[in-house]
């Protein structure tokens, strides 16, 4: 997959930005609040999620009040298809969306157009809460099994519903028929969420531990466990590639289990909401005990893993957005990164160039105050 033209107005500070990629590598420069990692912002907004800055979509708009635009086309396996995202301003902002001229709603998009993105929050999928690390499970295992999102969602809701049960704090008795029409929901859903998890992370493991070694130079070794409430740590080496009906009745008795603790604390304790992916290398906790390069390593190790396996499944590449991380990477792990991306097309912002290492083809694209001042030059000397 490749964007083949891409225009941005109207994105934050960006301001009739247009330009024809580069197939294989782009870097764009500039100082610090230029535009940079807007642009790259303006690019995942085509893959229908919420921004990996955590924006507000209201915040997108441009800064000095206005409409927004972004308008890209893209090369996947098959043909050539365009994606179009028009924002107007108001009190309560109004968004369209358009794949090849006809209407779609956000998440139509996802299935459409994908990217992968690395960024120095990333950092927070070793560092941050298990939150953190069920969204990028769930987010990688959705670009391979398209049905997954929708199951977090329903999943989701139907929880919100339960714990509007439990803060009623009814008698248990009371409660428990309310309850069971959602733990038969959540039942169904919390299994089928736990088997991709588990299936994705059997995936990941297999490409993320060997990549770690490598950025490592085997100086020590990495590996990774998911982590249910309901079947337990290491739940990738026990769950199937299938839902059972076993599976679902363990899940179900695990939910009633839970049921008077549960009315207790007014919230439910139990289910794939409260799953982890659990980091360790050389057997301890990468969170706890990782040095901050060992973290960096790793969450580098997780997001190429993504890309990988991506590119293998799918048997075509996702566009990577490498957002002022290049540059703190020493010549050895930048060298890693090229090699696993080699065949993917690239987006890298930066403000050192002299700190990368120089790819053989590509352009350089230079922004300030969110206008592309200079562009389009092919075999940059430093890059």
């Known amino acids: 997959m490749k964007l083949t033209a891409l225009s941005v107005d109207g994105f934050k500070n960006l301001k009739g930005v247009s330009l024809i990629p580069d197939p294989s590598y782009n870097l764009i420069l500039g100082e610090n609040a230029q535009g940079k990692t807007n642009l790259l912002e303006a690019i995942w907004t085509l893959t229908g999620c919420r921004s990996f800055r955590g924006t507000r979509e209201r915040d997108y708009l441009p800064f000095s009040g206005g409409n927004l635009q972004v308008e890209a086309k893209f090369q996947d396996a098959r043909r050539e298809q365009s994606v179009r995202l028009c924002m107007v301003s108001g009190t309560v902002p109004e968004k369209k969306i358009w794949c090849n001229d006809v209407p779609q709603k956000s ?26 690390r069920r969204t990028f499970l769930d987010l990688c295992s959705a670009q391979l099994h398209a049905p997954m999102l929708g199951l977090v969602r329903r999943y989701q ?14 008698p248990e008795t009371q409660a428990a028929g309310l309850l069971e029409i959602w733990d038969r929901q959540l039942e169904q859903l919390g299994t089928e969420i736990a088997v991709q998890r588990g299936i994705y ?8 531990v060997p990549l770690y070694a490598q950025i490592a130079r085997g100086r020590e070794t990495v590996s990774l466990h998911y982590q249910s409430s309901v079947f337990g740590k290491d739940a990738q080496d026990t769950l199937p590639e299938t839902r059972t009906p076993e599976l679902v009745q363990q899940y179900g008795e695990k939910m009633r289990q839970s049921r008077s603790s549960d009315l207790l604390l ?3 304790a139990s289910g794939a909401h409260r799953d982890d992916l659990l980091l360790a290398i050389d057997g301890k906790p990468a969170k706890e005990f990782g040095s901050q390069g ?9 997001k190429l893993a993504q890309a990988e396996i991506y590119s293998k499944r799918r048997k075509e ?11 703190e990477l020493d010549e050895a792990r930048q060298a890693v990164v090229s090699t696993i991306v080699q065949e993917m097309q690239v987006f890298v912002t ?7 290492l120089s790819p053989k083809n590509g352009k350089r694209f230079l922004l300030k105050d969110g206008m592309l001042t200079g562009d389009v030059e092919n075999r940059p000397e430093t890059a």
């Open 157 to 170: 809701l139907a929880l919100q519903q339960r714990n509007a049960v439990l803060k009623q704090r009814l």
């Open 201 to 208: 992370v059997r995936r990941l493991a297999e490409v993320c």
């Open 266 to 268: 007014g919230h439910t």
């Open 294 to 302: 060992q973290k960096k390593s790793l969450a580098l190790a997780l």
């Open 317 to 327: 590449s996702p566009v990577v957005l490498l957002d002022d991380v290049m540059g």
């Open 350 to 356: 930066t403000c050192h160039p002299e700190s990368l």
């Open 107 to 132: 998440s139509a998009l996802f299935s459409v157009f994908h990217c992968v993105t690395f960024t120095p929050e990333d950092l927070s999928l070793v560092e941050g809460g298990p939150e953190r």
